[in-house]
T-cell receptor
Framework: DAMVIQNPRYQVTQFGKPVTLSCSQT?????MYWYQQKSSQAPKLLFH???????NEADTPDNFQSRRPNTSFCFLDIRSPGLGDAAMYLC??????????????FGDGTRLSIL | GDSVTQMEGPVTLSEEAFLTINCTYT??????LFWYVQYPGEGLQLLLK?????DKGSNKGFEATYRKETTSFHLEKGSVQVSDSAVYFC????????????FGIGTKLQVIP
């Protein structure tokens, strides 16, 4: 009964080769988030969608983009991955960003390795 | 800007020991405060939260009280189990408007039998 599903769990790509990570949710939540988490560090918010409204964090590199074709799915695209982009990528959801709550449900993450 | 400071880990405890993980924050106004837990190989789970001063969040035997006067939100549990071994993240969400959550660095807890 997983509610936020990330695929794949492990992804290996080559330096500079575009890669897409996917996230789906069965909660019908309005907000979907993408976080980057490097080893022994706090998760760092890259961007979020409130419904179809895309919100990019100021310090998110242009190399990172996202798509949300419908309520259930959200994708993270890394156009030209560098070695510094190797990390765990976490997708999360919340019902509404105005509820004074943070992300409520996380997926298990995709661990990205760059060769 | 907003920040969260957690005690450095790892913290190693024997089963049934008392747990405290310290967390202090810097933020304007009245942020919401959270504890998340991350078990090995998994994503984060929201463990508990508090949205105003003196609120106590609790879940699965864990508790934390929102202390505005000391800007703290320490996590406690009276008797830890091996299954509590995980990384615990303190986090805040600023008051008003869209809330971007700021996480602490995380504290790894290892409970030994």
């Amino acid at each position: 009964d997983a509610m936020v599903i990330q695929n794949p769990r492990y992804q290996v790509t080559q330096f500079g080769k575009p890669v897409t990570l996917s996230c789906s949710q069965t909660l019908n939540h309005n907000v979907m988030y993408w976080y980057q988490q490097k080893s022994s560090q706090a998760p760092k918010l890259l961007f979020h969608y409130y419904d179809k409204d895309f919100n990019n964090e100021a310090d998110t590199p242009d190399n990172f983009q996202s798509r949300r074709p419908n309520t259930s799915f959200c994708f993270l695209d890394i156009r030209s991955p560098g070695l510094g982009d190797a990390a765990m990528y976490l997708c999360a959801t919340s019902r509404d960003r105005q509820n004074r709550g943070g992300p409520q449900h996380f997926g298990d993450g995709t661990r990205l390795s760059i060769l | 800007g907003d920040s969260v400071t957690q005690m450095e880990g790892p913290v190693t405890l024997s089963e049934e020991a008392f747990l405290t993980i310290n967390c202090t924050y810097t933020a304007t106004g009245y942020p919401s405060l959270f504890w998340y837990v991350q078990y090995p190989g998994e994503g984060l789970q929201l463990l508990l939260k508090a949205t105003k001063a003196d609120d106590k969040g609790s879940n699965k035997g864990f508790e934390a009280t929102y202390r505005k006067e000391t800007t703290s939100f320490h996590l406690e549990k009276g008797s830890v189990q091996v299954s509590d071994s995980a990384v615990y993240f303190c986090a805040l969400s600023p008051s008003g408007g869209y809330q971007k959550v700021t996480f602490g660095i995380g504290t790894k807890l290892q409970v030994i039998p």
